[in-house]
């Protein structure tokens, strides 16, 4: 029965019909949390502590960041489907991913320096998750170049879902820098498995409803970039040309 | 009645949008050749390295005694010989030192073997040159000298006469008809008829 | 119409042991290695070029130059092991080595292991040496050197291993010396900084044993998890 639905995944004009359905509920969802995330983050929370109003970065900082490794888990793990089951659509989104992982990541380090140059005195620090995270951006563009490189468009998904296998080590690394280097970064208090979050409720609810707005909001994203994916790749087959009389 | 058959059922390959190989078939036994021609770029080439493994195959299987190549691909490898266009010979090392290596690599090979099998070649005094100096058909005669010390079932052979004079030709002619006769197979990318004698030859013919 | 029996097509000779086959290959590239001697040395001048630049353009104050003698060494080291990636495929896929590796019957992955071995041995170990002698030169006092030597050996492993995965992902590529550079680096930025960090302990005359052994650990998941990544890499450039 689930064997079915897997089989069904890996036919382009079944995906495309399925990305085509889900993308609106995707985003109209993204821009709910998003809208709540903002207003509730942006306006109404109180301000920090320590930090003031500057704080509020936060709010995009934070999961622009954590969406950038989630896209590379994304890529990486269609990478992995595509080339253990010779999936084609899997490909298809691992090739969707490249673009935006590049933005997230690029976004991620840019807000993170708008918030350390008025809070903390200073726009860039070689501090370990910062240089990881650089690392992440050109992985990121290493993907894009090496796909662009490689003529043949089967060989370049083949060659470029192995890079995003081998390259997913830098993920944990990334995640973990904060517990193994003392840095600018704080630990994590978030994401803290089994205890208690130690921010409070009224800040906690619109980055938890920030982060999953980003997440649908890739979803959506994702999904009309496979559709065009599907399109390019599959320009001969006999479904498209139903597809573009409808 | 030995199990040495070479099976292909349903071969597709794509290059980018070309449909290079539309569902190939075939089915070659112990003592037989199968003779390929077509012109350029219709895909002599593809089969072949489809057939060794090398190349992806989107549908279709290859079949090795009766088993899928996927299931063993290392324990068919170990059986066939692959010579490309261009002989697998690395230029720094003379003709006897890259035997030593090509083929001891896969096979225990000892010096007199190698000797005698570039004398059957028609080697002289320039099998201790490198490789570099060497002549295009010195260097296919080379290849041909470790295709016989490999002692291997099936050879694939992509265009073996290039750059052959009459008399290396006549050479690849008998090395096919002597391995054919001991029981081997042969999958031979050809432009022109192999003269083979005494053999039985199957033609496939690659349409572009 | 009769098949004669298969009679002594594989005359009894077994298959030879992957071990001696990768013996083989080691063997096989060491001797070509050397056949080019000019080839050969192109890393390590580099490095000696790179390793000059420095003073030259930062101090030649040697009290001042120690302070950043473990980046100079690192970076020339990095770039020397990058150049010589290059080298490390090229020829064999170019004159269809590789492809007769991939159909012999033996594992891609030890043969390609084996290149590695060869590899690090002409470009990473003369590393080893000429890491501790930039570093005096630099500034270290000579009980730093033991360290220096350490240090660079073993991260000299991880870089030539590690390396290799992004030699064989741009095989098809042409003019990749920058992609290169920009695949291998989420391996070859932790190398530099571990390495960096012993170095600089060594000199500093504080015990470096953590880098070294972080470095230890990344050289291992180079000799175990690299050659695998890179054959699938080279099968996939074969096709």
Same mark, same amino acid.
């Given at each position: 029965m689930a064997w079915t639905w897997f089989h069904k995944l890996g036919s382009p004009p079944y995906v495309y019909k399925l990305a085509a359905t889900l993308t609106p509920w995707f985003a109209w969802i993204a821009a709910a949390l998003m809208a709540y995330g903002l207003i509730g983050g942006l306006v109404i929370s109180p301000a920090d502590y320590q930090q003031g109003e500057g704080y509020r970065i936060l709010y995009v900082h934070a999961p622009t960041a954590w969406m950038s490794l989630q896209v590379y888990v994304v890529m990486a793990?269609?990478?992995?489907?595509?080339?253990?089951?010779?999936?084609?659509?899997?490909?298809?989104?691992?090739?969707?991913?490249?673009?935006?992982?590049?933005?997230?990541?690029?976004?991620?380090?840019?807000?993170?320096?708008?918030?350390?140059?008025?809070?903390?005195?200073?726009?860039?620090?070689?501090?370990?998750?910062?240089?990881?995270?650089?690392?992440?951006?050109?992985?990121?563009?290493?993907?894009?170049?090496?796909?662009?490189?490689?003529?043949?468009?089967?060989?370049?998904?083949?060659?470029?879902?192995?890079?995003?296998?081998?390259?997913?080590?830098?993920?944990?690394?990334?995640?973990?820098?904060?517990?193994?280097?003392?840095?600018?970064?704080?630990?994590?208090?978030?994401?803290?498995?089994?205890?208690?979050?130690?921010?409070?409720l009224s800040m906690l609810m619109p980055l938890l409803s920030m982060f999953f707005g980003y997440v649908f909001l890739f979803g959506a994203l994702l999904l009309t970039r496979l559709r065009a994916e599907l399109l390019s790749r599959e320009r001969s087959a006999s479904w498209i040309r139903d597809v573009v009389r409808a | 009645m030995s199990n040495l058959v070479l099976g292909a059922r349903g071969l597709h390959l794509w290059r980018g949008d070309r449909h290079v190989l539309r569902g190939v078939s075939l089915e070659l036994r112990g003592?037989?050749?199968?003779?390929?021609?077509?012109?350029?770029?219709?895909?002599?080439?593809?089969?072949?390295?489809?057939?060794?493994?090398?190349?992806?195959?989107?549908?279709?299987?290859?079949?090795?005694?009766?088993?899928?190549?996927?299931?063993?691909?290392?324990?068919?490898?170990?059986?066939l010989a692959y010579v490309g266009h261009e002989p697998p010979l690395k230029a720094d090392?003379?003709?006897?030192?890259?035997?030593?290596?090509?083929?001891?690599?896969?096979?225990p090979v000892t010096v007199a073997r190698i000797e005698s099998a570039l004398d059957e070649v028609g080697a002289d005094d320039w099998r201790d040159r490198p490789v570099r100096t060497?002549?295009?058909?010195?260097?296919?005669?080379?290849?041909?000298?470790?295709?016989?010390?490999?002692?291997?079932?099936?050879?694939?052979?992509?265009?073996?006469?290039?750059?052959?004079?009459?008399?290396?030709?006549?050479?690849?002619?008998?090395?096919?008809?002597?391995?054919?006769?001991?029981?081997?197979?042969?999958?031979?990318?050809?432009?022109?008829?192999?003269?083979?004698?005494?053999?039985?030859?199957?033609?496939?013919?690659?349409?572009? | 119409m009769s098949t004669p029996a298969p009679a002594a097509l594989i005359p009894g000779h077994p298959r030879t042991p992957a071990l001696r086959a990768a013996r083989l290959v080691l063997g096989r590239d060491l001797r070509l290695a050397f056949r080019r001697p000019g080839e050969l040395v192109q890393p390590l001048i580099f490095f000696a070029i790179v390793a000059t630049l420095f003073p030259l353009a930062i101090t030649p104050e040697k009290s001042q130059l120690v302070l950043v003698a473990p980046g100079v060494v690192w970076v020339a080291a990095l770039l020397a092991s990058l150049l010589a990636l290059e080298f490390l495929y090229r020829e064999d896929a170019h004159?269809?080595?590789?492809?007769?590796?991939?159909? #012999? =019957?033996?594992? +891609?992955?030890? &043969?390609? *292991?084996?290149?590695? @071995?060869?590899h690090w041995l002409l470009t990473g170990a003369p590393l080893a040496i000429m890491g501790p002698l930039t570093a005096w030169a630099d500034g270290a006092p000579m009980s730093a050197l033991p360290g220096v030597f350490i240090s660079v050996a073993v991260g000299s492993?991880?870089?030539?291993?590690?390396?290799?995965?992004?030699?064989?992902?741009?095989?098809?590529?042409?003019? #990749? =010396?920058?992609? +290169?550079?920009? &695949?291998? *680096?989420?391996?070859? @930025?932790?190398?530099?900084?571990?390495?960096?960090?012993?170095?600089?302990?060594?000199?500093?005359?504080?015990?470096?044993?953590?880098?070294?052994?972080?470095l230890g650990a990344m050289a291992i998941l180079g000799v175990t998890l690299a050659p695998l990544a890179a054959a699938a890499a080279v099968r996939i450039s074969l096709e």
């Open positions: 793990v269609a990478s992995a489907v595509a080339l253990i089951w010779r999936i084609k659509v899997a490909h298809a989104v691992a090739a969707a991913c490249g673009t935006m992982g590049a933005t997230f990541t690029a976004c991620a380090l840019a807000t993170g320096s708008l918030w350390g140059g008025p809070m903390w005195g200073t726009y860039w620090e070689w501090d370990p998750r910062i240089i990881f995270e650089l690392v992440l951006l050109v992985q990121f563009l290493g993907y894009m170049g090496l796909r662009a490189a490689v003529d043949d468009t089967q060989r370049a998904d083949r060659i470029c879902a192995v890079l995003a296998v081998v390259g997913v080590i830098n993920v944990p690394i990334i995640h973990y820098s904060v517990e193994w280097w003392n840095s600018l970064h704080q630990t994590a208090s978030v994401m803290k498995l089994g205890s208690k979050p130690t921010m409070p | 003592g037989q050749i199968l003779q390929l021609t077509g012109s350029n770029g219709a895909g002599k080439t593809t089969l072949l390295r489809v057939l060794c493994g090398l190349a992806y195959l989107e549908e279709g299987d290859v079949f090795w005694r009766g088993e899928n190549v996927r299931s063993n691909l290392h324990g068919f490898h170990a059986e090392l003379t003709a006897r030192e890259n035997l030593s290596y090509w083929v001891g690599m896969r096979r060497l002549s295009a058909g010195q260097r296919r005669r080379v290849a041909l000298a470790g295709l016989s010390l490999l002692s291997v079932p099936l050879w694939l052979l992509d265009e073996p006469t290039t750059n052959l004079d009459t008399a290396g030709q006549l050479l690849v002619t008998r090395m096919l008809e002597a391995h054919v006769t001991r029981g081997g197979l042969a999958v031979v990318a050809v432009h022109h008829e192999l003269g083979v004698n005494g053999v039985t030859l199957h033609r496939m013919v690659l349409a572009s | 004159d269809g080595s590789l492809e007769q590796f991939a159909v #012999s =019957g033996q594992s +891609l992955t030890g &043969l390609l *292991l084996a290149k590695s @071995v060869a492993i991880a870089l030539s291993l590690l390396g290799s995965i992004g030699a064989a992902l741009t095989l098809g590529v042409r003019r #990749s =010396g920058v992609l +290169l550079s920009v &695949l291998n *680096l989420p391996f070859t @930025v932790p190398v530099l900084i571990f390495g960096a960090r012993a170095t600089q302990q060594a000199i500093q005359g504080v015990d470096y044993t953590a880098a070294v052994q972080l």
